[in-house]
């Protein structure tokens, strides 16, 4: 038998034990969140906001930081569609194929993509005393927009610079301008925009670092801009340090709501970029 | 159409090209707002740690370990130690873990494994920082300060360096797995089916071929993982200890740099001197981050060009 | 016209068939009827340079393009024949570093002069791809897309070039019954003459194609030699094609191409059976391709 044989066995068994390893900590992590939060979950974790001494291990629910999560996500996935999408656009139909400008302008995109949201939310909330504002909803709101606008352009562009040729050679053959050729564009990166938006809604709604200086937390659901907003994964942070064990039970609940909530949405990114697939030329 | 409703359509025409223009001009606007966030995050930073450094020497500042911020003491040593052995750690085990797996994902695989590996991936990628954080206390902590520290120490409470690299290299995996995947897939098969016709093993072609031709592709994939690695908060702050020491052992208590500004930042603002010090462990992450993600971009981009 | 049995969904698509009005066109009512022999589109290429990241690929190209007939572009490949193609149409410019001298003059409009409004020139003109290249929606919005473009947005004129453009090209009968799914599902030489009339609806003088039948089966490029046969007595055909027997076949006119410069254009008579140039006589006779 030859070294090169052996050689292989061994490392055919050493990357698929690798690969099991994975598996395995995809295992644990659920099955830990899953075992520790399930029996404190209960239908009032979900519906109500926190009653008087609910951080003693009184009753309440996290209703707050439910709703204060899903105002922050839903607004900047908005604003930073809003922004992103005329960028992906301007990248790859109004700029020239190679152009040098839009080059820098990936780089500078994959070196927001990469700075960590600690330095965003420290970023942002200088900016906020500069501008003298207390921790707010607003706040909570420009700092994941900015957080997420990279994931979006990149994630979009992706998509969008396998766009073929002959498609926008095609539409301006027809006399279109390129504003008019983005109704064909759109349509061919459709799957692209869904899956960029779940994306980054599964990044919004799980970054905790970012949201901790500039949305503050607050036992009530915020009923303007200016006022502070609960978030999830703030929930999950402040009651694990709590010393009492019903309240760390919540924590646990708070951190099983967090990864339905992502895991529901990368299920639900499998299934729209399928749907949206429909138009798409291969 | 008559001729008045073909002048109409000539007068559109008109339009049409304006609202390209405009379309344009305003597109163009967003690209260079979104551009400009970068060079107003550097700026910002650097103004706001501008009066420490005016203080201190930056000597100072980096190579002391004296951190008293009352007193004036601003030593930031024990904060880049505790951020450095951190990252350390968790590249040192995740590097192999996620070669491996890569190139069983590459190169032996049937499409059913990747059909079912990926989604775990996703899954890993998509988890919130802070579930991470709950999984290491529930399961990394007991399990250091009950089976394994025994063996090696007295005593340790379990959230330790340690702690911390195993949680941290748990999520930098699936990123460092999909840039090697990529990288190893832009290899073309070509170079392997040559490798394999003159003889060759699958592992021996994955060796002598594989990662001679990716090497500078894996340096660069590993700096990009080290900048994401050294930024994460939330879920290494759970577990790391947060203590202000230099680390002496793996099971030491330790306090990375973002731990340190999300513990403290919004708090102490009184003392406008320890603002400054905080903004500029910031600017180190930022700095740290820019110079990696920049270098490894480049070669990344460099080898897909020559690749490609 | 004798209509066919009409199931209620295509007597929607028949309720206001006007074909005079389709005959006329929607987008060149300053013209008179492209039936009148009289009126004539023209198109004269002018000592084109072309220079692509340095290389110099056209090396001035003048020529003349005949109205009403099949001009094939032939030569040996990477000779120049694409990009003369596209230089017609000025699809260069989505590229970087491109330099561009000498002029394109289409109806008496300089292509290539500053500030020219390109986008109702390149509407002239109906382009077709090497790969049949459908625009990602359903097949009924592929060939009202450049309609709606040039402001044609009535629904039932709209239907009505839909259904015209599909027949002249022979697809209706196959897709009549499934306009609204998308135009991916079809098979690619059903593809192709959706591209041919989706271009054919902007009502072009011209049809530039670029080779268009070499991803196709022969019995679907059969078809489109056989339309462009047809559409030869309305449109100027320019056609790059790398098969000689096809230039054969159909060609009125041959520009032979070799390394960036025109060796000899003229009839297809003139230069299949008369070659002037040594090199044509080569490239003919097969010496190289």
Known sequence: ?282 | MTRGEYKIAQKTSVFRLLKDKMAGSVMFTFTMLSVLLLILIGAGLVIKSLPILEEKSLWELLFTSKWKPMRGDFGFLPFIMGTLWVTVIAIVWTLPVSLFTAIFLTENSRSWVKKVVFPALDILAGLPSVVYGVWGILVVVPWISDSLAPHFVEYSTGYSTLTAGIVLGIMILPLMISLFVELFSSVPQDLREASLSLGATRWQTTKYVLLKKTFPGMVASVTLAISRAMGETIAVLMVCGNIVQMPGSLFDGCYPLPALLANNYGEMLSLPLYESALMLSALILFVVVFVFNIVSRLILRKIERTLV | ?289
């Open chain 3, 1 to 289: 016209m004798k209509l066919p049995f009409l199931s209620k969904k295509i007597k929607w698509y028949m309720a206001d068939w006007n074909e005079t009005e389709l005959k006329k066109g929607f987008f060149r009512p300053d013209q008179k009827f492209r039936t009148d022999n009289a009126m004539r589109s023209n198109m004269v290429v002018d000592h084109l340079n072309v220079t692509i990241q340095g290389n110099h690929i056209l090396k001035d190209v003048s020529v003349e393009i005949p109205d009403r007939k099949i001009t094939c572009i032939i030569g040996p490949s990477g000779c120049g024949k694409s990009t003369l193609l596209k230089s017609l149409n000025r699809l260069l410019d989505a590229n970087e570093d491109v330099k561009i001298t000498g002029q394109v003059i289409v109806d008496g409009e300089e292509l290539y002069a500053p500030g020219v409004e390109i986008t109702h020139i390149r509407r002239k003109m109906g382009l077709l791809s090497q790969r049949p290249c459908p625009l990602p929606m359903s097949i009924y919005d592929n060939i009202a897309y450049g309609c709606r473009i040039h402001g044609l947005r009535n629904r039932k004129k709209l239907n009505m070039v839909v259904r015209y453009y599909l027949q002249a090209v022979g697809l209706w009968e196959e897709v009549k019954d499934r306009l609204h799914s998308p135009a991916a599902r079809m098979s690619i030489g059903q593809q192709q003459r959706l591209c041919l009339a989706r271009g054919l609806a902007v009502e072009p003088q011209f049809i530039l194609a670029d080779e268009a039948t070499s991803a196709l089966d022969p019995i679907s490029s059969k078809t489109i030699e056989d339309l462009f046969l047809k559409l030869r007595e309305e449109y100027a055909i320019v056609l790059v094609t790398h098969t000689l027997r096809q230039a054969l076949r159909i060609a009125d006119y041959v520009i032979f191409m070799y390394m960036g410069e025109i060796v000899e254009a003229g009839t297809a008579e003139q230069i299949f059976k008369h070659p002037q140039k040594e090199l044509t006589q080569k490239y003919l006779s097969g010496v190289f391709s």
């Open chain 1, 1 to 282: 038998m030859k070294i090169k044989f052996v050689e292989e066995k061994v490392m055919k068994g050493i990357m698929l034990l690798t690969t099991l390893l994975v598996f395995l900590f995809v295992g644990s992590i659920l099955y830990t969140i899953i075992k520790n939060g399930l029996p404190a979950l209960n239908w009032e974790m979900l519906t109500s906001l926190p009653g008087g001494g609910f951080y003693i291990g009184k009753e309440g629910g996290l209703l707050n930081a439910i709703v204060g999560s899903l105002y922050i996500v839903g607004a900047s996935t908005v604003l930073g569609l809003v922004v992103s999408i005329p960028v992906v656009f301007y990248l790859n139909v109004y700029l020239k194929r190679n152009s040098k400008r839009a080059s820098w302008a990936r780089l500078a995109y994959d070196v927001l993509f990469g700075i960590p949201s600690i330095v965003y939310g420290a970023f942002a909330f200088t900016i906020m005393i500069y501008f003298g504002l207390k921790t707010s909803l607003a706040g909570g709101i420009i700092v994941i927009t900015l957080l997420i606008i990279p994931i979006f352009i990149r994630s979009m562009d992706e998509i969008a610079r396998e766009l073929p040729q002959d498609m926008l050679h095609a539409s301006y053959s027809l006399g279109a301008t390129r504003f008019e050729t983005i109704k064909v564009v759109i349509r061919q990166i459709a799957p692209g925009i869904a899956t960029a938006t779940l994306l980054s809604i599964g990044r919004a709604i799980g970054d905790a670092a970012a949201v901790m200086f500039t949305a503050g937390y607050t036992d009530s659901i915020p009923t303007s801009l200016s006022q502070p907003a609960a978030t999830l994964p703030l929930a999950v942070f402040f009651q694990l340090s709590s010393p009492i064990p019903e309240v760390q039970e919540r924590a646990y609940a708070a951190a099983l709501i967090l990864t339905g909530i992502v895991l529901v949405l990368s299920l639900l990114g499998r299934i729209i970029t399928n749907r949206f697939s429909k138009n798409k030329i291969q």
